[in-house]
């Protein structure tokens, strides 16, 4: 259509060109061009999402000065999501960035001040906050239903051999493991669905590699602005897909859980023990693709925010400080000024 959204593709690997296709199917956008180092992956890609070879580039400046885009998808490894999502909202375009935003504390607080100061949209791809399950827990919390007290969680998978051989293991592309990869998705839940900041965090990790960035296996105590306390567990070395999230406090309790890749289920209790509600749904990217879309054409807040990944990047920086350590680390989530920031520009 002819006033559908125009979007750029950052990264069309595996998970960047599956993303990619739910905006070529979605009604109100259209994918015009794409960009990779990778010329196996431009072809593929283009292929896929019917985008002929002019607009296919191997440097993503290119695309973004030669083409007339509204908005950019940016599925590159994480270390280059900073550069990206600069490059795009410096050039005023809408940006869709999947988790877990970018590596380093220093960066996510740029990237959350530089939105803060934009009239663009930009959303996280993170696809539990359009999830009926977690929709549910959240509005318990904010309705006061449940006053939170304390939250334990884990998450499963076989992480460590899905990703073995690709950058996901490469800590320099990938900023570290598990708990930066799949497991941001468990820290940014919790976080959002109770509706408090972390405060501090003792944290105990086994490692993969002698370096001890790439982490495999990693248990956390979280303390919470609000008073609640959490206990989470991420495995990256499991035989299966788990996902479990229990939020108990004064008026009952949330059980959130879900075995797999998409299916998840709640059940809230009230202070009487009486299941007052039961819900489920799939984890779905068109969900968020769909939440992007809408909230571009509408001026409206995205679901997933650059402050909400500004708070999960602070957890997971300073879970790792602690594993390291073996000390409790503060949890810093403060916006920096913009002389402040002190954060590097990405290259030319």
Known sequence: MSDALRIGIIGTGGWGTHIAEQFHE????????????????RQRAGETLAVGPDHRYEDHEAMLDGEELDAVQITSPHDFHYAHTVDALERD???????????GLERARDLARRVEESDRVLMVGYQRHVNPAYIETRDAVAGGEIDPKIVTAELTQNWIQNVAGTWRVDPDLSGGGQLYDSGSHLLDAIIWMIGEVPTQVTAEMEFA???????????????????????????????DVYERITVRGDGGRSVLEGTGWSHREVSITDGEGEERTAVEGDL????????????????????ATATNALYATAL?????????????????????????????EPNR
């Open 284 to 303: 779905s990217s068109y969900r968020k693709v769909d939440a992007f879309v809408r909230a571009v054409r509408n001026d409206e807040t995205p679901p």
């Open 93 to 103: 375009l809408h940006v869709f960035c999947e988790k877990p935003f970018t590596p």
């Open 26 to 41: 979605n009604p109100d956008a259209e994918v015009v061009a794409l960009t990779d180092v990778v010329a196996e992956n």
């Open 316 to 344: 997971t920086e300073a879970a790792y400080e602690s594993a390291r350590s073996g000390e409790r680390v503060t949890v810093d989530v403060e916006l920096p000024r913009a002389e402040d920031a002190g954060v590097r």
């Open 209 to 239: 590699d002698d370096e001890n960035r790439v982490d495999v296996q990693a248990a956390l105590t979280v303390r919470f602005d609000g008073g609640t306390v959490a206990s989470i567990a991420v495995s990256g070395d499991s035989p």
